[in-house]
Structures are given as C-alpha cells and as structure tokens.
C-alpha cells in the first residue's frame, strides 16, 4: 500500500521546519491517520530589514533572514511582485522527489497558494494526480487580477477553511473570498475563537481529523457546508496566539504577503 502523502505550505515569513513544529497537533493527528506530511520551504528569502512590522506576530523568526520565506516576491514595486513561478518550481520538485501527494494543507499565505493549486497541481508535473483534498488555515484568494483566471471555475476539491473569529492578519472578508471560490458541495467552514494561527487543541484537531476521515473514505457519513464554532483552542501557530503586531489586513497586503 502506497504511503498518503500531504504537502504542508508555511505562511509569510515562516519556513517548512518552523511550520511543522508550530503545527504539531495536527501533524500528529495526520500521522496516526496514516498520512505523510511533507513541509516544504518557500523559494523567496526575505531580508528583515524590508519587513515594516514585528515578525513574530506572523509566525517567523529573528534567527536569521535565510529562515524567512515568501512563496512569492514581496516588493509591490517590483515587476515580480506576485509571480508564482518560483513557487512552482519548487512544488514541481517536491513532487519528483517526495510525491505524488494527496492533499495540500496551508497556512496563511501558504493557504492562499493551497488554493491555487487546488486548481492547478496535476498540471506541473506528469506523476501528480489531481488532488483528493485542501486544508486552509486562514486562508484568502489571491487578489491580483492575473491571478482570477485560477478562480474561473469553482474549486471542486473537497476543502476545509479553518477561520480565527479574533484574526486581525487575515480578515474574515479575504478568508470567506477563498472559501465562496470553492464549490457549495465540497466545502466547509469551521471557526475556532483565536487569531492568526494554527489551532492545536484537541476540539480543532479533531475536527480537521473527522472531516479528513470522511473525505478520504475513513468514515461513513460527510457533513459539508457547515460552519462549526470551537470553544476550545490551544496551542497556537505564531508562537504568541494572536497576531496583533500588524494591525490590520491593509498593512499586511502592502508588503505583498497576500
């Protein structure tokens, strides 16, 4: 029997090690499903003296500016601003060397790119099936006008949108853009009460778990379409559980990080 296999996407600023252990309980939980989740690291570095705001409060690290990563480049004034070709070719090496994969599970910008490739994945390389599934934690559509021709047509792929009610990074309206992208039959809402990061507690893991089990055949019955509000949530994926450094979803756009 073939290995399942997720590729895990970081948000802005972060990287792959860095995402995986500040995502440790669903990573775990993935694992005892029988999953293998592979996080990958973003093609762009990013230096820190260019980033207007304190990079905890997006999950990333001081230690060093090879560890901070962008899936594409940043700089609003620069003709490549948005352009996911390195992202591409990054993922299209992932899977030659560790897929096919299953599943694609995101986070922030990470998630936004998740999306996309929802999409588009089985076209860049020839091993690479369409995907079974889409995991996006505070997630949003990619707003640039080049980029609305991956919108064209509903997203099929069975997904969950897992959404902070206190997210002040990525804003409700951007998340629910990606989540109406998305086909009414194939995709679900849940809402966890904290802000800007990967809920770890045992209420939201269980709830990424059970919907997993239903859309890969694990479970006998799928409830799509809901949304789902926790009360319990611990565990956090920025490291300080609330995102507020940035103040707004304004600031966060400028730098080019959505």
Not at 39 to 49: D, G, H, M
Not at 123 to 148: N, T, V
Request: some cysteine.
């Amino acid at each position: 029997m073939s290995t399942k296999k997720i590729l895990c996407l970081h948000g802005f600023v972060q990287n792959g090690p860095l995402f995986a252990r500040k995502s440790s309980g669903v990573r775990k939980a993935l694992k005892k499903l029988g999953y293998e989740t592979i996080f990958l690291t973003a093609p762009v570095k990013l230096e820190l003296a260019d980033l207007p705001f304190d990079v905890d409060s997006l999950g990333g690290s001081k230690d060093s500016s090879e560890s901070m990563r962008s899936w594409w480049p940043n700089n609003v004034s620069s003709p490549e601003y948005y352009k996911l070709d390195y992202a591409f070719e990054a993922i299209k090496e992932s899977i030659v060397s560790d897929g096919p994969y299953d599943g694609v599970l995101g986070f922030s910008q990470g998630a936004g790119l998740a999306g996309i490739l929802c999409q588009t994945m089985h076209d860049l390389h020839e091993s690479q099936p369409p995907l079974k599934f889409g995991i996006f934690y505070s997630g949003f559509r990619a707003a640039p006008e080049q980029h609305q021709h991956f919108y064209k047509t509903p997203i099929s792929v069975p997904s969950i949108h897992i959404m902070g009610s206190l997210d002040t990074v990525v804003s409700e309206e951007r998340t629910m853009a990606l989540f109406n992208a998305c086909s009414e039959e194939t995709r679900t809402m849940v809402v966890h009460p904290g802000g800007h990061f990967v809920p770890n507690g045992k209420d939201m893991v269980t709830k990424v778990i059970s919907w997993l089990s239903n859309v890969d055949g694990s479970a006998p019955e799928t409830t799509n379409g809901t949304v789902t509000n926790s009360t319990n949530s611990n565990g956090n994926g920025n490291g300080n559980g609330n995102g507020n450094a940035i103040e707004s979803w304004d600031e966060f756009d400028k730098i080019g990080a959505a």
